[in-house]
């Protein structure tokens, strides 16, 4: 079983909805990530948490360390946010490296 | 324009050569890593640097050997290249244990060996 999972592996949704990524770790950690990888591949880094709740424009990020869980949600969903989005960990020590959920393929319908 | 940059972005080349991949940052971070890509988009680490100094270094076949000349460079040289060496890597960098500072990454190179 990995360190970091994410649901669902893939979504489908119309414009306008409201999406839910879920992450579950099972580690301690320093902070968690939510990345976004495109089509086109490049990997742009959306939140850094280590606690409560942060929000970017749409994108909206929450994490419970209790529960090990986080989620992204993003509001007003849109076909621009169709992406792979990638939950990852990073448990402080030894550099910071990042330990990766599987990702989540999103594809928003106009 | 502040950023990761690797080169470069594709390379093909066949079985057993060598080839060397490139990365630098102008963010001012200390830290630096390189990331595997493999074929079902599974993001795993391989190295990572601290001012110059290795502080990671995964289950990595010894064909691969990193290289940083300062903390804004860390580059990638991969000996006698194999067909599963076929990949996209992501170099990244981040500010060790700084609380505001995320990662910022590369925008790939795409291995490909034939």
């Known amino acids: 079983k990995n360190e970091v999972e994410q649901s669902p592996q893939n979504l489908t949704a119309q414009e306008g909805e409201f999406i839910t990524i879920n992450c579950s770790y099972s580690?301690?950690?320093?902070?968690l990530h939510w990345l976004q990888q495109h089509p086109g591949g490049g990997i742009v880094s959306l939140f850094m948490?280590?606690?409560g709740k942060k929000k970017h424009g749409r994108l909206i990020a929450t994490i419970n360390i209790q529960e090990k869980h986080s989620s992204l949600h993003i509001t007003a969903s849109h076909p621009r946010d169709s992406a792979v989005y990638i939950c990852?960990?990073?448990?402080?020590?030894?550099?910071?490296?990042?330990?990766f959920g599987g990702g989540t393929r999103v594809l928003v319908k106009p | 324009d502040t950023a990761v940059s690797q080169t470069p972005k594709y390379l093909v080349t066949q079985m057993g050569n060598d080839k060397s991949i490139k990365c630098e940052q102008n963010?001012?971070?200390?830290?630096m890593y390189w990331y595997k890509q493999d074929s079902k988009k599974f993001l795993k680490i391989m190295f990572s640097?601290?001012?110059?100094?290795?502080?990671i270094n995964e289950t990595v076949p010894n064909r691969f050997s990193p290289k940083s000349p300062d903390k804004a460079h860390l580059n990638l040289h991969i000996n006698s290249l194999e067909l599963g060496d076929s990949a996209v890597y992501f170099c990244?960098?981040?500010?060790?244990?700084?609380?505001?500072?995320?990662?910022?990454f590369g925008s790939g190179t795409r291995l490909t060996v034939v």
């Open positions: 990244a960098s981040s500010l060790l244990g700084g609380e505001d500072y995320g990662y910022t």
């Open positions: 580690v301690g950690i320093s902070a």
């Open positions: 948490l280590s606690s």
């Open positions: 990852a960990v990073g448990k402080g020590a030894a550099g910071n490296k990042l330990t």
């Open positions: 963010l001012g971070h200390d830290t």
């Open positions: 640097y601290n001012n110059k100094e290795l502080i």
